[in-house]
């Protein structure tokens, strides 16, 4: 279950985000094919105002969303490394159990399979999330960014987000 509840997780914040940055992407063009209709005379000046007031309200939009996303991208990340850190805790002390024959070759067999499932789920969602904010890295920003560490205030995780953190560190 927990498993589908994180790949559930990644799966959304990764369909919210890459709409966003398409959303984007589309927005930039709608600008600059704006500025080449006002460029060769083919609207006037006071359309070409409105509409580029409006196209850049909608592009300021989307990049606070974009960089909502990109902070609760970041602190999902920081999670699941504190997350990974217990798992591994965890792992090693199946290991020490079997070693010192604790516990049984069975039992040893599916707890450590099932920490390690974890840990290589865990390991993929931090890829793909790293993935993702190198991509954003990666583009110009046209404009100013604010990230989250200049924040004031941390990025409020949603109710989903703070019920999955909860029920993964009781692991």
């Not at 850190?85 to 067999?109: C, Q, R």
């Amino acid at each position: 279950m927990k498993v589908f509840f994180g790949c559930l997780m990644l799966s959304l914040w990764k369909y919210a985000f890459e709409l966003a940055s398409k959303d984007l992407e589309l927005l930039h063009r709608k600008k600059q094919a704006l500025d080449e209709l006002f460029s060769s005379g083919r609207i006037s000046q006071p359309t070409y105002e409105h509409l580029s007031r409006e196209i850049g309200e909608a592009i300021t939009d989307v990049e606070k969303y974009l960089e909502s996303i990109t902070c609760k991208m970041k602190d999902r990340m920081e999670s699941l490394e504190k997350q990974m850190s217990i798992l591994e805790i965890f792992l090693a002390n199946v290991e020490i159990l079997h070693a010192t024959g604790e516990i049984d070759e069975e039992t040893y067999e599916k707890q450590s399979k099932a920490l390690s499932i974890g840990l290589e789920s865990m390991r993929n969602e931090i890829k793909e999330i790293k993935n993702a904010l190198e991509g954003v890295a990666r583009k110009p920003a046209e404009t100013t960014v604010t990230t989250c560490e200049e924040k004031t205030e941390p990025c409020e995780a949603s109710a989903e987000e703070k019920t999955a953190e909860t029920s993964s560190e009781i692991v």
